[in-house]
């Protein structure tokens, strides 16, 4: 039999292969394309704005003050129109991408660290060590994470800094929850038991058996906590007690134009819209993730 038949019929018993597989459930889930494309696309544009944005975000021009959009009438000048300061719309809305990516992705990766670490030994270890990080996540759901980062961010300043440290620190808690709900179900599966009677030291099983079981939770608990970080970050700007001027943030935009916003409604309705866009591609793509980790559908 030539190789020309038997390679086909290899392929069909042998079936395809892992990388084949994950390749088809990536490209086939709609909603992880969407929303890892609008990522993407907002990752490039924050990574590239000092080559796409065509004029200083920070420069100010009282006599081009307040000049509309492309749509509504204005030039291709200022194709998004420009502030009260007349500073370049799209440029500042350019240089805000990285703010709110910035904010977003530190600010998962610091309460994911703590959260994650506090949920798995409680789920794990159980007993007193469940019974402190119990402790501990009510103590955390009795504090109000809106109040409390107004408080501390009006104590210490606003800043770029102190607005990651504090949110970062405050957002910890449903990563402790979801990953000490998803442990204590991994745990008492069979590979679980069969790792602990070979031998198996306490570090690996957690690294080797139990994380690769509830990764597909964290994934989700990770974007959701990114796209919230977001939000915070644009509503303590929009009330003056977030990133300051003149540093562009969509929140801080949206609120420097509410007053007018009777008026001139785009200045608040571009840099919501651009917020929409990024806070739903991130929960599209969190989606899809979990979809294409979930350990069912890797067989």
Known sequence: MSDAMTDPLLAEIVGPTPGQM??????????????????????????????????????????????PPVFLGGTW?????????????????I????????????TAVISGLIGSVMGVCA???????DAVVTFLINVRLAMPVVLVALAV???????????????????????AVVLRASTRQVR????????QAIGASTPRILLAEIMPNIVNNLIVVVTLEMAH?????????????????????WGLMVSEGKN????????????????????????????????????????
């Open 22 to 67: 994950l390749r088809r459930r990536i490209f086939g889930h709609q909603g992880l394309l969407i929303g890892g494309t609008v990522v993407a696309l907002l990752v490039l544009v924050a990574i590239f704005a000092p080559l796409l944005a065509p004029h200083d975000p920070y420069a100010q021009s009282l006599v081009a003050r307040m000049k």
């Open 260 to 299: 007018m916003m009777l008026f001139e409604p785009w200045l608040v309705m571009i840099p919501g819209a651009v917020l929409f866009v990024l806070v739903l591609g991130i929960n599209l793509m969190g989606d899809g993730l979990r979809d294409v980790a979930a350990p069912e559908n890797r067989s």
């Open 188 to 195: 008492e599966r069979e590979y679980v038991a069969a790792a």
């Open 123 to 129: 789920g794990y270890f159980g007993g007193r060590v």
């Open 77 to 93: 000048e200022h194709p998004l129109g420009t502030d009260h300061l007349g500073r370049d719309y799209l440029s500042r809305l």
């Open 229 to 249: 970080a977001i939000l915070l970050e644009a509503a303590l700007s929009f009330l003056g007690l977030g990133v300051q001027p003149p540093t562009p943030s």
């Open 153 to 175: 961010v009006a104590i210490l300043g606003g800043s770029l800094t102190v607005m990651i440290s504090v949110l970062g620190l405050l957002l910890w808690d449903r990563f």
């Open 95 to 106: 240089y805000g991408a990285r703010v709110s990516l910035l904010i977003g992705l530190v």
